[in-house]
C-alpha cells in the first residue's frame, strides 16, 4: 500500500508539471463563443435551453414566452400529461405507494389499471435479485467511498450477466430496462454496506429484498440493521422517488443516455451514462451540496434567527469568502423554474412536517430563511430582479435525514428514482429517432501549422 502511494504521489508530481503545457494549447477566449454564435450549454441568450428534440415524456413547465418575452410561472412538472402534484395527492389520499405506478406510466405512457399494476409490482419483485455472487465479485471486491461508483459500474458489469445485451428490439430493451429499475436500489444499499465495512470500519449488513414489498420499503428495509422502518417513513420515502423519478429529455443525464442511445449502444451503457452524469456536483450532486452548505451557515451564524445576520453569511458566500468557495447558493435557482419549484414546495411541506417538535425544526426554519433571503441577496449582488426560486434540492436532504438516510445515498438515491426516466427516454430515443445519431457540431479555431520533425523541435 506504501509503494503504490509513492507511486502514486510521484505520477502525481509529474503530471502536475504538464498542467501548465496543456492549459496553454487549450485557451479559448470568452468573446470568440459570441463571435460565433456558439450557444453554450446548448442554451439560449435568453436562458432558455436548445431545442434538440421532441418527447412525449415529460413536461418541465417555470415560464411562457410571447415573442422572445419570458414570462415567469408557477412550475409545473407533469408526466405523460399528469401533473405530479395530482399523482402524489391521489397516492397520499389513498394511502398507498406510488413509485412504481410512476414507473409504469412513464414507461408506457399511461396510468395502469389495478391488475397491470399488480402484475408489475410482481415483475419487478421478481427481478430485485441481483445474479449469483454478483456482490461478491462486482461490489465486494472493489469498494469505493463514492456509492455512485460501484453503481454504475454495476449496471455496465450486467451486460456480461444478460444472454441478448446488444439486442435493441423493444421487447429486449424493455426486459431489461424493467431489470435494471428493480435492481438498481439492491446496488445502491449493497455498495453502500461494503462502503461501511471498508471506509467507515462499521459492520455490513446484507439482507434480502421481499418482493411483495414495495422499492421505499425494501430501501429502507435492507439499510437498517433491524430491517425496521415505519410506515410513514416508507411512504415519505416514496414520494422522493415520485418526484425524482423524470425531468425531461433536456437534463443533462437524460440527454446523455439519450445521446448513447442515438449510437445504438446496449442499455447497460446508456444508463451508466446518465448514472455518470447525476454524479455531478452540478446535477445530481446538487444535494449534497446543500447540506454542506448548510453546516457552513449552522457554524458561521450564530443567531439562526437573526435574517440580517444569515443575510450576510449568503453575502459571503457569493463573495467565495465562506462556504466551499464556490460563490454558489445550492438549493437556489433552476434553469427552467421561476417562480416555484413543484418538487420543492411538496418536499418543504413534508420537510415542516417531519421536523415539527424535533431537534430538526430550527434547521427547518434556517433553510426556509435561506429560501427568503437568498434571492434578496442576488438580486443585491448581481443586480438582478428574475425570479428565484427555491429548488429539489434545498429540501430533499433535510428530508433524508430525517428519515435516517445516509449522506453519501442522497445522490444514489436521485439516480434509483431517475431510472424509470432515463429508460423511458431510452425507449423513446429508439423508437422515435429515425436511426439518426446526436451529433451537434463544434466549429475549430485553431490556425494551420506544419509538421516539425523531433530533431526541430
Known amino acids: ?51 434538440a428534440g421532441l418527447t412525449r415524456i415529460c413536461n418541465v413547465h417555470g415560464y411562457i414566452l410571447d415573442e422572445g418575452d419570458k414570462t415567469p410561472v408557477e412550475g409545473k412538472l407533469i408526466y405523460r400529461g399528469i401533473d405530479i402534484e395530482e399523482i402524489v395527492e391521489n397516492c397520499v389520499t389513498e394511502d398507498r405507494f406510488g413509485f412504481e405506478e410512476v414507473a409504469w406510466l412513464l414507461l408506457f405512457g399511461t396510468l395502469p389499471t389495478s391488475g397491470q399494476l399488480q402484475m408489475f409490482n410482481h415483475l419487478l419483485g421478481r427481478l430485485m435479485e441481483l445474479p449469483d455472487r454478483f456482490v ?13 461508483n460501484p453503481m454504475q459500474r454495476s449496471v455496465l458489469a450486467l451486460y456480461a450477466y444478460d444472454p ?6 423493444l421487447e429486449n ?32 449488513y446484507f439482507h434480502r429484498s421481499r418482493s411483495e414489498l414495495s422499492v421505499a420499503e425494501n430501501i429502507l428495509r435492507t439499510l437498517r440493521p433491524d430491517k425496521q422502518y415505519t410506515d410513514r417513513e416508507a411512504k415519505v420515502l416514496d414520494i422522493c422517488l415520485m418526484l425524482h423519478a423524470e425531468h425531461g429529455g433536456g437534463n443533462n443525464s437524460t440527454f446523455a443516455t439519450r445521446v448513447l442511445t442515438s449510437s445504438a449502444t446496449d442499455t447497460y451503457s446508456a444508463i451508466s451514462a446518465g448514472i455518470g452524469s447525476l454524479k455531478g456536483p452540478r446535477h445530481g450532486g446538487a444535494n449534497q451540496q446543500v447540506t454542506g ?9 450564530s443567531n439562526w434567527e437573526d435574517e440580517t445576520e444569515v443575510s450576510s453569511f449568503l453575502e459571503k458566500i457569493m463573495d467565495k469568502k465562506a462556504g466551499n468557495g464556490s460563490g454558489l447558493i445550492y438549493g437556489m435557482g433552476h434553469a427552467v423554474y421561476t417562480i416555484s419549484d413543484p418538487r420543492a414546495v411538496i418536499l418543504k411541506r413534508y420537510a415542516r412536517e417531519m421536523a415539527a417538535g424535533t431537534s430538526y425544526e430550527r ?20 443586480n438582478i430582479t428574475a425570479p428565484l426560486c ?37 425507449i423513446e ?16 479555431i485553431t490556425p494551420s501549422a506544419r509538421y516539425v520533425s523531433l530533431s526541430e523541435r
Open 136 to 148: 461478491d465479485d462486482i461490489v465486494l471486491k472493489v469498494p469505493s467511498r463514492d456509492i455512485m
Open 390 to 426: 427555491a429548488n429539489v434540492d434545498l429540501y430533499s436532504g433535510l428530508v433524508y435525514k430525517m428519515l435516517g438516510i445516509p449522506e453519501e445515498l442522497f445522490t444514489p438515491l436521485f439516480a434509483v428514482s431517475r431510472a424509470p426516466g432515463w429508460c423511458a427516454h431510452r
Open 173 to 204: 430493451v424493455l426486459h431489461q430496462s424493467i431489470s435494471i429499475i428493480a435492481k438498481l436500489p439492491t446496488i445502491m444499499v449493497a455498495a453502500y454496506q461494503v462502503k461501511r465495512r471498508t471506509y467507515d470500519r462499521k459492520s455490513m
Open 293 to 301: 452548505m448548510m453546516n457552513h451557515i449552522k457554524a458561521g451564524v
Open 164 to 169: 441478448n445485451p446488444d439486442d435493441i428490439s
Open 363 to 382: 434547521e427547518f426554519d434556517l433553510m426556509e430563511s435561506v429560501e427568503k433571503l437568498a434571492p434578496q441577496v442576488f438580486a443585491k449582488k448581481k
Open 429 to 444: 430515443e429508439i423508437t422515435t429517432s429515425g436511426g439518426k445519431i446526436i451529433r451537434p457540431a463544434y466549429k475549430s
Open 1 to 51: 500500500m506504501n509503494d503504490r502511494k509513492k507511486t502514486y504521489e510521484d505520477d502525481s508530481r509529474d503530471i502536475t508539471s504538464l498542467c501548465g503545457e496543456c492549459l496553454k494549447n487549450n485557451h479559448i477566449a470568452p468573446g470568440d463563443f459570441a463571435k460565433f454564435r456558439v450557444k453554450r450549454g446548448l442554451r439560449n441568450e435568453d436562458g432558455t435551453g436548445v431545442l
